[in-house]
Nanobody, 120 residues
Framework: QVQLQESGPGLVKPSQTLSLTCTVS??????????WNWIRQPPGGGLEWMGF???????HASPALKSRTSTSRDTSKNQFTLQLSSVTPEDSAEYYC????????????WGQGTQVTVSS
């Protein structure tokens, strides 16, 4: 059973850097054909893809967020993280990590999401 669990600060002040962690169980984040994504959904809005990490650790960010996003991973803990800098209230959203199965072209597992509010 594959499970993804997001964790984050809940509340972040404007201009700060948001850091989120996704902990994966049941599958290794280094396995071929699996791509580990960050996706967010603002209140009342649609899903926005933020970026993904390849099995080899390479990160591909959404062009809209590329200048503000970075990532890292800890393969010993089977975790990957996302950092979003210079946050504004518009970055308030439910943040999800999700696995994309390349051969099938689908997101097959999602975390339950973590709510982040940007407010002073």
């Amino acid at each position: 059973q594959v499970q993804l669990q997001e964790s984050g600060p809940g509340l972040v002040k404007p201009s700060q850097t948001l850091s989120l962690t996704c902990t994966v169980s049941g599958a290794s984040i280094t396995m071929t054909d699996y791509y580990w994504n960050w996706i967010r959904q603002p209140p009342g809005g649609g899903l926005e893809w933020m970026g993904f990490i390849e099995p080899n650790g390479n990160f591909h960010a959404s062009p809209a967020l590329k200048s503000r996003t970075s990532t890292s991973r800890d393969t010993s803990k089977n975790q990957f993280t996302l950092q979003l800098s210079s946050v504004t209230p518009e970055d308030s959203a439910e943040y999800y990590c999700a696995r994309f199965l390349g051969s099938a072209g689908i997101y097959d597992y999602w975390g339950q999401g973590t709510q982040v509010t940007v407010s002073s």
